[in-house]
């Protein structure tokens, strides 16, 4: 394999992880937003102004998370054209990050319902309603994917901790 073609595929590789990072991040701060928007669609309680500015916030953060997820489609297109052992790229990637993602995403695209109605788009009688089961179920699950984590290979359990400091202190 030429050295250039592999420096290109891991570059792709770091450039597909960075993305997809930022991608996430920014889906993070629209779920976030879009949670005082879907609390403003079922109680108005928000002045128009501050719904308004928030729908623009929602708005912008859809079009950088849609953004952040081309160029990780497109580095993705560059990374697989060379074959690289994955060696070093498949230990920070597994199913429980894949389905956070897809939850995340599953969200943002749930969120612009109640952005359109906050920057003043009419909405089809009932689908607030109809779509509320649907991002309750999808905030619940990412609730429990967080809550429910598996311990990081990099992380000590506590009772290795408690045998490190007690061999450090010589007991036995």
Do not use: K
């Not at 160029?71 to 060696?87: D, F």
């Not at 009932?126 to 990412?142: H, I, N």
Request: hydrophobic content about 60%.
């Amino acid at each position: 394999m030429d050295r250039a073609a592999l420096d290109e595929a891991v570059h792709a590789y770091v450039c597909v992880a960075y993305s997809r990072a930022l991608r996430l991040g920014v889906l993070r701060g629209l779920a976030i937003v879009a949670l005082f928007l879907w609390y403003q669609a079922a109680a108005t309680i928000l002045p128009a102004t501050v719904a308004w500015i928030l729908g623009l916030a929602a708005a912008l953060l859809a079009a950088l998370a849609a953004t952040y997820a081309a160029l990780e489609c497109r580095w993705g297109g560059r990374a697989r054209r060379v074959r690289v052992p994955r060696l070093a790229f498949s230990a920070g990637v597994n199913a429980r990050d894949d389905l956070r993602a897809g939850l995340l995403s599953g969200w943002g695209l749930v969120a612009l319902v109640p952005c359109a109605a906050a920057l003043g788009a009419p909405l089809p009688a009932g689908l607030l309603a109809a779509l509320s089961p649907l991002a309750l179920t999808l905030v619940a699950a990412r609730i429990v994917l967080e809550i429910v984590r598996n311990p990081s290979p990099l992380r000590p359990d506590h009772a290795s901790r408690l045998r490190a400091r007690a061999g450090r202190f010589g007991v036995r």
